[in-house]
């Protein structure tokens, strides 16, 4: 495809603004946005003219350049693949599973290989109806960005909003707080009393490497469960194919088993070897200098890394009024991510209320693929 062919063809143009005419919008670059164009691409949609993917990041690759520096799937690359081009091997002598950037690097190369003409940055404000005629056109607006489109996928995972649980005090706490998106790497609290609150695997990888050059204390609200040595994400994406076959064939299935549990990568197996894996029960409040528990045991501390998860980011939505109180949007269809609410609007990859494991590399193929199928059939 030549860069003349791939240029969106304008239907008006201001200078403030580029709008544009066009049959998908995919809001969002990360690995759900570049599996679901992969397919409409596949589907003989153009992307860069009928195929238009937003996303508000200045580079490609989703969420996991924002990643701690640190970070390692919880599986081996062949298990970490989207769809058409598998995930090149990972050669590392300590045969540890592939690190951030060798993921930043397969999700630059993938939308490369297949043209996907991602603009960015532009994030998208909101998307509205043009009309009340529900057959009629989705009103995408980013900043610099207004697009006309026939149906929209929202692909914006859940980074960009982390969630905070509310302890009293913690306006009152003189040290540092900070959520794990915004954690980057260990040296910043060399030498410092930090506390690592959460029971998942963020909260255990964390804890894991800040203990080795602060006094780490790990806090949990249950006790965290620990999946076997042997056992990694391999298991958790054989378990949501199990479930995919037994929905197709009206079977029950209980789903991803273990999704929260903690895989033993080797920074979390070497800190059980120090002896850093002992979780305490979760604080009742946050003091000035540091924590307290309900008996009236108070912990000194300079930080607190709340390892405490993510919500659906899906505030561009906002004007549709589709949001349950959950915070989700209710999805169905024949490919499981179409709106109930607005038919023409799909949501891929937050999680197994879209798809079983569909947060996940390897776990986001078959959404995407029902998803393209479901668009292209209309
Ligand atoms: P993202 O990667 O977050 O991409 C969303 C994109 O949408 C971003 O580029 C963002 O800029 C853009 N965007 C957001 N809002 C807007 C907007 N309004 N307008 C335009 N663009 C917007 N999965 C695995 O398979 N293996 C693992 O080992 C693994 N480890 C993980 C470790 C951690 C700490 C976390 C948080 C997740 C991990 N995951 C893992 C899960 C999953 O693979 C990632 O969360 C992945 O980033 C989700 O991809 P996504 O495309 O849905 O969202």
Sequence with gaps: MSDEQAAPVPSRYSEARQEFEVDVVVIGGGQAGLATAFYLRRAGLVPGRELVIVDAADRPGGSWPRM?????????????????????PWD?????????????????????????????????ESVRRADEDPGGRLLVTADGLALSARAVVSATGTWDRPFWPA???MRTFAGRQLHASDYR???????????????????????????TVAQATWVTTRPPRFLPDDVDGRVLFTTARARIEALEQGR??????????????????????????????MFTRLTAGGIAWADGTTLACDAVIWCTGFRPALGHLRALGLRTRDGHIPVGGPSGTRSVGEPRLHLVGY????????????????????????????
């Design 351 to 378: 999680g197994d209320w879209t798809g079983p494991a569909s947060a996940t590399l390897s776990g986001v193929g078959p959404s995407a693929r029902a998803t393209a199928a479901e668009l292209t059939s209309r």
């Design 92 to 124: 590392d002598a300590t045969r540890g599973f592939p690190p951030r950037d060798h993921v930043v690097e397969y999700l630059t190369r993938y939308e490369e290989k297949y043209d996907l003409h991602v603009l960015r940055p532009h994030r998208v």
């Design 185 to 211: 790497q260990p040296e910043e609290f060399a030498g410092q009393r930090v506390v690592v609150v959460g029971g998942g695997n963020s909260a255990a990888q964390i804890l894991a490497e800040v203990s």
């Design 68 to 88: 701690w520096h640190g970070l390692r799937l919880f599986s081996p690359a062949g298990f970490s693949s989207l769809p058409g081009w598998m995930m090149p």
């Design 167 to 169: 302890y009293p005090g």
């Design 252 to 281: 029950e299935h209980a789903g991803v088993a273990g999704l929260g549990d903690i895989v033993m990568v080797a920074s979390v197996k070497h800190a059980r070897d120090r002896g850093v894996l002992r979780a305490n029960p």
